[in-house]
């Protein structure tokens, strides 16, 4: 530009006839400056669903996690140095402030003047972080107050509202702007995933629709920001298909579905154009490298092209750096962890809990109907493997034992939906048996007919922790019976008569009540239905509940249940007996 401004001069100085020329020069070079070409090459790493994973370690189970996100912060220092910082863009989906007894410390105990979470998303550095629907199960004061005035990025949120005065919590999206390119980064939650939230916790909260809400903050970005690249990082899963197809969006990172999509996963849009889709797998298995090229000719750009990779994180080594950073924030989780809070009188086993009556369960049925005063108790065996041993009970074992946190709800059910829940709960844990020699537990078969072996040993249908027993009332469970006719409830615990037609108010979680299990499939309920039943929602969670049992039984003395069996006799023991050996359970 300085050189043609040199040559005009030139002109200009050897005649008054070169001046006309002055004018269309200059307009040539303005325009050759306006349509100059810029290109900026990016690469994002994003996580999602990480529930908890700060710390290398687990520290109820004091075993070290095969990815955390002290594996992810050494992936970032080597994309980093190969790409350099500016170049670099890091994003955390929905799902992050919960799952871990870290999270569950600082969430509910002064521990330190700062939160874990937002110690470590600043010290990684990280662009942009969003609200997932579990984050909203830990307590508002925490989500709403403490994490939005210690994150040093922005938290995102764009169909949250506050109910009363109708107004946006969060900020919607977020503006990058680097090597000369803007990037819009949106995010919002979906609220069907938001079902397990108890009233208590969903109070005040209003939840707009989220493909209308997507569309209406896209179109607006769109419209005052326009950016050169648009990412809509939605806590929702490609289950969705609804707001898969909301025009102007280039990427979508997703979550919550707790499953990846393959590399590379592009689709069309409904005005046709390909967009760019990827989820990682959860808990920091995997994270997101997305290679982003942006191309501009002047103002407008010419080119996107971006193609996306899943990165497994278990091979990645230990940042040992991040490690010593927050080696104190795991010294005082660990202090919280070890107070004592009650004692036990004998050792509670927990491969009981796997194939029939249990101490475990019959502890938590007595932490519910103890809480609640119910007529009836249902429970899921939440626990995490592992035997409690007799004596101190510690703030670890409770942690151990509700792995799986949530809201105790009492809820009016008929005696014949509480028959057709159980139904469908056993007529998942228990094989129908015709001898003895056959399977107790409902195993997945491979081809051959032959219980399928995992990663983590035999494969069941329904997983142990969603396995179901009820108290207050006497039951038989039939596993030579075809599923759905197995149970035969007898009477009530306290010698009363069982009517089918009778109103009962029962205890159980809030995972039960809201879908957890697929058990109220049977009963055709879903979230409205279930709130429209509840007599009582407790307004402590679950553990806090558990804690408050154990200091006022500051003795407990375990007893397996006593109220229900497994028929025939015969086949439940062989059966159990021959399970046992595949689970190498002795």
Request: hydrophobic share 40%; charged share 25%.
């Amino acid at each position: 530009m300085t050189r043609v401004f040199r040559r005009l001069l030139t002109f200009f100085s050897e005649g008054p006839q070169l001046l006309s020329c002055l004018f269309p020069v200059c307009a040539i070079a303005v325009s050759c400056d306006d349509n100059s070409v810029s290109e900026a090459d990016f690469t994002i790493l994003y996580v999602t669903d990480v529930h908890g994973r700060l710390l290398p370690s687990e520290l109820d189970t004091l075993h070290p996690h095969a990815m955390s996100m002290a594996h992810f912060s050494s992936y970032v220092k080597q994309v980093r140095d190969d790409c350099g910082s500016e170049q670099t863009i890091l994003l955390c989906g929905g799902n992050l402030n919960e799952g871990q007894p870290a999270l569950y410390a600082y969430n509910t105990s002064v521990i330190g003047p700062e939160h874990i979470s937002p110690l470590v998303l600043n010290y990684m550095g990280f662009d942009a972080v969003a609200l997932g629907a579990r984050d909203l199960s830990i307590p508002r004061s925490v989500w709403r107050d403490t994490l939005p005035s210690q994150f040093k990025m922005p938290f995102l949120c764009g169909n949250l509202k506050d109910e009363t005065s109708d107004k946006d919590i969060f900020p919607a999206y977020a503006i990058l702007r680097r090597q000369g390119m803007k990037i819009a980064v949106v995010s919002l939650v979906d609220p069907n995933d938001c079902r397990y939230l108890s009233p208590d916790e969903s109070r005040g909260l209003k939840f707009d629709d989220l493909t209308q809400s997507t569309r209406k903050w896209v179109k607006q970005i769109i419209k005052t920001e326009a950016p050169d690249y648009v990412i809509a990082m939605l806590a929702a899963g490609s289950r969705n298909q609804s707001i898969l197809s909301v025009p102007g969006i280039d990427l979508y990172l997703l979550g919550s579905d707790h499953r990846s999509l393959t590399d590379n996963d592009f689709r069309l849009n409904e005005k046709r154009d390909s967009v760019l889709f990827a989820e990682p797998l959860p808990r920091l298995r995997e994270c997101i490298r997305v290679y982003l090229h942006l191309e501009k000719l002047g103002k407008r750009v010419i080119s996107r092209k971006a193609e996306s990779h899943r990165i497994p994180l278990d091979k990645c080594p230990i940042d040992d750096e991040y490690v010593s950073a927050f080696s104190r924030c795991e010294q005082d989780v660990a202090q919280y962890l070890n107070r004592p809070v009650g004692t036990l009188s004998a050792s509670i086993p927990y491969n009981d809990a796997i194939f029939g009556p249990s101490a475990l369960l019959n502890l938590m049925h007595d932490v519910q109907l103890w809480a609640t005063g119910a007529d009836v108790s249902i429970t899921n065996n939440c626990a995490g493997r592992g035997n409690f041993n007799a004596g101190a009970f510690s703030m670890r074992d409770v942690l151990r034992l509700y792995r799986r946190n949530g809201r105790l709800w009492v809820v009016k059910m008929t005696g014949d939906e509480i028959c057709r829940f159980l139904e469908a709960a056993v007529g998942v844990q228990y094989n129908k048996m015709s001898s003895p020699n056959d399977h107790l537990l409902a195993f997945r078969l491979n081809e051959i007919h032959e219980v399928q072996i995992g990663r983590n040993g035999p494969e069941l249908i329904q997983p142990v922790s969603d396995y179901c027993s009820v108290a207050g009332l006497r039951y038989t469970v039939d596993v030579s019976r075809p599923i759905g006719s197995r149970v035969e409830i007898h009477g009530r615990s306290d010698g009363g008569v069982f009517c089918p037609k009778d109103t009962f108010c029962v205890a159980m979680s809030d995972y039960l009540a809201c879908g957890g299990g697929g058990y109220v499939r049977s009963l055709e309920w879903n979230r409205a239905m279930a709130m429209q039943r509840i007599v009582r929602s407790d307004t402590h969670d679950m553990r806090s509940l558990f804690l408050n049992f154990i200091q006022a039984n500051s003795a407990y003395s375990p007893n397996v249940q006593r109220n229900w069996s497994v028929v025939p006799v015969k086949y439940y023991e062989n059966g159990k007996m021959r399970d046992a050996r595949l689970f190498k359970i002795h």
